[in-house]
């Protein structure tokens, strides 16, 4: 719903001849309205200003200034100098500001609590948005519904219920949409929400004419209704399928009825089908008008007349692995390489040094050990031989303790022990 101002940098010829009416948009570019600018000020885009309302005030955002509004008014059917017009107050004050800000905070709370009263009195339809006016006196509540609802009673609760006039106004699943905003399936923001005002009828025909598949899924967008962008190359299929024959959707040949499965129109091919077979046939434009010729003489072909169809695409050519290995010399790393070697080297240098050096320093105190050491083997064997000749000594020695010992540790026998002889029995 943004329109970019092509003549915004033109300059200003004369002040009478100027536009003064501006396009001032509400509630993010939602809505949209024109207010004549009665002031001295000059208006730029993106300025908050406040404007006359319901019983009330309002604020919005200038969204379009100049020559521009012109051709929106003209566009639209709005007359630039109606009396009806609504004005131009001044720049947006803060007290303004807080008071919009106050009043925006209950738009959400204002929508579950029309939702519930709706749902109470049995209303077939769906509350999709409330725009409360800035100064909190005007509220505008935009509903879906399928027929008509009457919604007298409805009205008298909402005044009731939220102290403001209330205001219905019934909008479209694409409107909502919009309202909502999103991502579309193309990662484009929706149409309905940037540019579309027009929504215009869509239907499965205009899919059937670009040859798409009749997929409600992928046809659908996310209002549920069929996508507003079938109808924008519409008219370009229509202009090329002109020149194909309209009465061709069936020919005859000797394996059976040919049916039409679908037209190309880049290529200017007519693709055909065979009872009991998978396979399509493509055939040129003069090719079908020859047989359907032939049909209408009785002539019955033998086969169709099909042609090759060749992809102008290019293929596309995997690159060749180079070895660019020692091909490639950065100055830069190749000084900070070699800076880091001479760094290693000496480091290696040093501590070969050290080791060198304390090597040197244990071997003389094992020089000093190694003859303290024979001076000492001597003495050591002397010492050895006397322990060899005192060692039989003292073999001798234990062996007459041992007898000795054995002599006194013999074991006492015990008197009653003693086995007694065996008496001998008297005969009776």
Known sequence: MNTYDWLRNLPMVDTESY?????????????????????LHQFEKGELITVEGVSGFDVGEVSLT???????????????????????????????????????????EAVIRSRAIAKQLKLDMKISQVEMQADGRKATFFYIADGRVDFREL????????????????????????????????????????WLTDFKSVNTTMARYQNLSINQTKLSGQCGRLK?????????????????????????????????????????????????STTQYPLTIDSVRRIKSQNQQGIIPEE????????????????????????????SLEKADRKRRHQQKAKNQRQEARQGSGQQQRQEPRQQQGGAGQQRQP?????????????????????????????NNQPRQNPNNRRQPPQQKKDG
């Open 379 to 407: 003495q050591q064997r002397q010492q050895g031989s006397q322990k060899q000749a005192q060692q039989p000594q003292q073999r001798r020695g234990n062996q007459q303790k041992g007898q000795q010992g054995g002599s």
């Open 228 to 276: 507003c962008c079938l109808n924008y190359e519409l008219d370009t299929y229509l202009d090329a399928l002109q020149h194909f024959p309209n009465n061709c959707d069936t020919i005859q040949v000797a394996r059976g009825t040919a049916y039409l499965i679908k037209k190309d129109i880049f290529k200017d091919l007519m693709w055909y089908g065979l009872p009991g």
């Open 66 to 108: 100049g020559e521009i509004v012109r051709l929106q008014l003209k566009k639209r059917g709005v007359k630039e100098d109606n009396p009806e017009m609504k004005k131009v107050l001044r720049y947006a004050s803060d007290r303004d500001m807080d008071l919009m800000r106050q009043n925006k905070a209950r738009e959400p």
């Open 19 to 39: 536009c003064h009416v501006v396009e001032v948009s509400f509630n993010k570019g939602t809505r949209k309205d024109f207010f004549r600018n009665t002031t």
């Open 304 to 331: 169709l007349e099909t042609v090759e169809v060749t992809s102008n695409k290019p293929k596309e050519v995997e690159p060749e692995f180079v070895d660019v290995v020692g091909q490639i010399s950065l100055r």
């Open 155 to 194: 009205i008298k609760v909402y005044a009731s219920e939220f102290k403001v006039k209330v205001e219905m106004r019934q909008i479209g699943a694409r409107q909502e949409a919009g309202k909502v905003g999103g991502i579309g399936s193309c990662g484009r923001e929706l149409c309905c929400s940037t």
